[in-house]
Nanobody, 125 residues
Framework: QVQLTESGGGSVQAGESLRLSCVASGRPLREYTVGWFRQAPGKEREFVSTMTWRSGLSTDYADSVKGRFTMSRDLAKNTIYLQMNTMSPGDTAVYYC?????????????????WGQGTQVTVSA
């Protein structure tokens, strides 16, 4: 099975950018559909983005991040990224990468089989 480790979190001001990384070990990422989720204090974990590549690269984003966040991957490094631009305090959360068996993109937490430990992102006004 695959193990996932996120990094790149931190504290930024509103309008600034961060790039998160998620390194996979144990299995090649190309065998999975992958996603980013986030969880703010007192709230449920929510979908951010998902990516699959079995029939060509396919990506989807939550409406709240479309146009600001970009998900990418480097299969040679077994790593996925989340570039976050024009950040706002509403983006403050713990960010998790996840992987699921199967090739369909999904925005559902329950559809993912493997999770990283999360990385904290804090955006101040």
């Amino acid at each position: 099975q695959v193990q996932l480790t996120e990094s790149g979190g931190g504290s930024v001001q509103a309008g600034e950018s961060l790039r998160l990384s998620c390194v996979a070990s144990g299995r090649p990422l190309r065998e999975y559909t992958v996603g980013w989720f986030r969880q703010a204090p007192g709230k449920e974990r929510e979908f951010v983005s998902t990516m699959t590549w079995r029939s060509g690269l396919s990506t989807d984003y939550a409406d709240s991040v479309k146009g600001r966040f970009t998900m990418s991957r480097d299969l040679a490094k077994n790593t996925i990224y989340l570039q976050m631009n024009t950040m706002s305090p509403g983006d403050t959360a713990v960010y998790y990468c996840a992987a699921r068996n199967g090739w369909n993109r999904s925005a559902k937490v329950g559809d993912y089989d493997y999770w990283g430990q999360g990385t904290q992102v804090t955006v101040s006004a």
